[in-house]
T-cell receptor
């Protein structure tokens, strides 16, 4: 079974630039999550989708971050404009709708903002 | 009080040792509890769920104390391959929506 796919794996940008990340969840997984993991910390949920609807985006910095999952499958996360403190690994995860904590993570995108 | 707190680590143990990790959580409404494992520069992977009655999976034993809001993970007969960061994870609001809170993790290093 194919896992969660993410791209790019690495990205280096300068502050104030824009960046976008892509995620393709496991086939059949209705729920998709974006997490931010800063070095030395655990992952922090940014946004959760159920199919193409947002379930929770309470921790998403909406002045600069946006995410969409238009057809209920792939998702993109965008940062515009980036700040130095956005340097982190951005993890996408997916799960079956009712699986609760059993989430499958992609390899992540490591973002460095200079 | 942080939502999920773990032993800071790192834990450096010899092969064959038994090691225990502790975790506390602040939201008494939380209903689901997990341990995830994260290898260096890799994504987190579910190690095991934690049930009220305690549960075991091979060399790994997880315990939950709801009254104390305390979770533990015991690893017996440590292997070199157990070296990783162990993340304590709690469901945020008691629902089944999968809104998880991750602790900072405890790093384990198993030496020959």
């Amino acid at each position: 079974e194919a896992g969660v796919a993410q791209s790019p794996r690495y990205k280096i940008i300068e502050k104030r630039q824009s960046v976008a990340f892509w995620c393709n969840p496991i086939s059949g997984h209705a729920t998709l999550y974006w997490y931010q993991q800063i070095l030395g910390q655990g992952p922090k949920l940014l946004i959760q989708f159920q199919n193409n609807g947002v379930v929770d985006d309470s921790q998403l910095p909406k002045d600069r971050f946006s995410a969409e999952r238009l057809k209920g499958v792939d998702s993109t996360l965008k940062i515009q404009p980036a700040k130095l403190e956005d340097s982190a690994v951005y993890l996408c995860a997916s799960s079956l709708m009712t699986s609760g904590g059993k989430q499958f993570f992609g390899p992540g995108t490591r973002l460095t903002v200079l | 009080r942080k939502e999920v707190e773990q032993d800071p680590g790192p834990f450096n143990v010899p092969e064959g040792a038994t090691v225990a990790f502790n975790c506390t959580y602040s939201n008494s409404a939380s209903q689901s509890f997990f341990w995830y494992r994260q290898d260096c520069r890799k994504e987190p992977k579910l190690l095991m769920s934690v049930y009220s009655s305690g549960n075991e999976d091979g060399r790994f034993t997880a315990q939950l104390n709801r009254a104390s809001q305390y979770i533990s993970l015991l690893i017996r007969d440590s292997k070199l391959s157990d070296s990783a960061t162990y993340l304590c994870v709690v469901n945020r609001d008691g629902g089944s929506q999968g809104n998880l809170i991750f602790g900072k993790g405890t790093k384990l290093s198993v030496k020959p």
